[in-house]
T-cell receptor, first 117, second 114 residues
Framework: AQTVTQSQPEMSVQEAETVTLSCTYD???????LFWYKQPPSRQMILVIR??????QNATENRFSVNFQKAAKSFSLKISDSQLGDTAMYFC??????????????FGKGTKLTVNP | EAQVTQNPRYLITVTGKKLTVTCSQN?????MSWYRQDPGLGLRQIYY???????DKGDVPEGYKVSRKEKRNFPLILESPSPNQTSLYFC?????????????FGPGTRLTVL
């Protein structure tokens, strides 16, 4: 069974600084997808960034980028120029490319990020 | 606007009183899922559906039922709710056949069972 581990339950960062959230996963699959979701106080689940395992290039979305290390099974999220609106719970998630139709996302327990003014 | 809607958004009920949480999507997605979110556990899949009349259990199906009679709707049924089903519930939909690997989540339903 796949597992996702987020080792930092809580983190804080000063506005405009950079912060990195850690995520490791365990799988025997070779083809899969990794995601970071943001959950602000509104509770809405918002996709921040997605990485395909077969792509060596790290995904980026504006101020958000990932460091994907396939051999190490590591998938960290870097937030640059942190903004107050980045304050949220962040979930790392894994999904095998082929899983018989369940489309199941396996989530980590989350990291609560607070951006301080 | 493409979206997944859930109703109700908040619900307080008592043990044993049957309830249904509705989920509807307007994106013509084949796949729909229900997740529950509990503190310190992240989100876990309860049930999923690959298409109309095709449903199967996820990781935590005990105490729940689902149905998929129409492509857009995927209600979650708790026939005899218990306090351990107090949780935040999310419905999600996706259409992997389009090549887009992304699940769209509803706004969540906060359920409290007394």
């Amino acid at each position: 069974a796949q597992t996702v581990t987020q080792s930092q339950p809580e983190m804080s960062v000063q506005e405009a600084e950079t912060v990195t959230l850690s995520c490791t996963y365990d799988t025997s699959e070779n083809n899969y997808y990794l995601f970071w979701y943001k959950q602000p106080p509104s509770r809405q689940m918002i996709l921040v960034i997605r990485q395909e395992a077969y792509k060596q290039q790290n995904a980026t979305e504006n101020r958000f980028s990932v460091n994907f290390q396939k051999a190490a099974k590591s998938f960290s999220l870097k937030i640059s120029d942190s903004q107050l609106g980045d304050t949220a719970m962040y979930f790392c998630a894994f999904m095998p490319a082929f899983q018989g139709g369940s489309e199941k996302l396996v989530f980590g327990k989350g990291t609560k990020l607070t951006v301080n003014p | 606007e493409a979206q997944v809607t859930q109703n109700p958004r908040y619900l307080i009920t008592v043990t044993g009183k049957k309830l249904t949480v509705t989920c509807s999507q307007n994106m013509n997605h084949e796949y729909m899922s229900w997740y529950r979110q509990d503190p310190g556990l992240g989100l876990r899949q309860i049930y999923y559906s690959m298409n109309v009349e095709v449903t199967d259990k996820g990781d935590v199906p005990e105490g729940y039922k689902v149905s998929r009679k129409e492509k857009r709707n995927f209600p979650l049924i708790l026939e005899s709710p218990s306090p351990n089903q107090t949780s935040l519930y999310f419905c999600a939909s996706s259409s992997p056949g389009t090549g887009k690997v992304e699940q769209f989540f509803g706004p969540g339903t906060r359920l409290t069972v007394l």
